[in-house]
C-alpha cells in the first residue's frame, strides 16, 4: 500500500532506535511528498505526523536538504537492487531488461509522486537539484557499464554507452514521472513495456 494511503493519524511516542526513528521520519516525508510540494516541507509539520519530538529531526538531520539527500538515497539503493537483474544479468540481456523494467513499473506505483516531487523541486532548488542529479547519475553509470560490456561481448553495436545511457535514463524518468507519477490506480503495463521495448531496439534490435 502507498504510503500517502497509511493512516495520519499522529503515533503515540515510544523509545526507537536511531536506525528506526530516522526511517520514520523519511516515510513522514514520503506521506508528505505524495500530496505536497518540497517548498511546502516543514519540520515542526512534519515531526507532528511521527511519535517523536520535534527536536529529535536534527539529531538525524541537518535541514530539509540533509533530509531530501538521505530520502533520495534510500530510494536510489531500493531501486538498484531491481536495475541489477539488468546491470549485473550474464544470461539474457533482453529477458534481464524486461524482467528489471516491470520492477522499475511497480517501484514507480509505490513512489512515483515522491519522485516527481523531487524533480519538480530540483528545477527550483539548487541543493534538492545535486541530490536529484546524483540520483540520476548513479542509473546512467551503471547502465553505460552494462552497454559496454554487452558491447565487448557483441551484444550492442558499437555506440557511445555514456551518451546513449544518459539519454534512455532521462527519457525514462521522464515518462515514468508523467504518466506514473501522480499516484493514480492505473494500469502501470503499457508503459513498462513501452519503455523496455525502447531500450530493447535501442540497444539489441528490433529483431531479438
Known amino acids: 500500500m502507498p504510503l500517502a494511503l497509511q493512516s495520519e493519524n499522529k503515533p503515540k511516542r515510544r523509545r526507537r532506535r536511531p536506525d528506526e526513528a530516522e526511517a520514520e521520519i523519511l516515510d513522514a516525508t514520503e506521506r508528505f511528498l505524495w500530496k505536497h510540494p518540497f517548498r511546502e516541507l516543514n519540520v515542526m509539520d512534519l515531526m507532528d505526523q511521527t511519535g517523536l519530538k520535534r527536536s529529535s529531526f536534527y539529531h538525524y ?6 533530509l531530501i539527500v ?6 536510489a539503493q531500493e531501486l538498484t537492487k531491481l536495475n541489477e537483474i539488468w546491470m549485473m544479468g550474464v544470461t539474457d540481456p533482453v529477458a534481464d531488461l524486461r524482467t528489471g523494467y516491470e520492477g522499475i513499473g511497480r517501484f514507480w506505483v509505490q513512489h512515483g509522486p515522491v519522485l516527481r516531487a523531487i524533480a519538480d523541486a530540483a528545477t527550483q532548488d539548487p541543493l534538492v537539484e545535486k541530490a536529484h542529479r546524483a540520483f540520476r547519475d548513479r542509473f546512467i553509470r551503471g547502465s553505460a557499464e552494462r552497454i559496454r560490456a554487452d558491447m565487448a561481448r557483441g551484444l550492442i553495436a558499437p555506440l557511445n554507452a555514456d551518451a546513449t545511457a544518459e539519454a534512455l535514463i532521462m527519457m525514462s524518468e521522464a515518462v515514468l514521472n508523467e504518466k506514473l507519477g501522480d499516484g493514480a490506480n492505473r494500469d502501470w503495463r503499457p508503459v513498462i513495456d513501452a519503455l523496455a521495448t525502447i531500450w530493447q531496439r535501442a540497444l539489441y534490435g528490433a529483431a531479438r
Open 61 to 66: 538531520f541537518n535541514d530539509r536538504h540533509d
Open 70 to 75: 538521505k530520502l533520495v538515497d534510500r530510494l
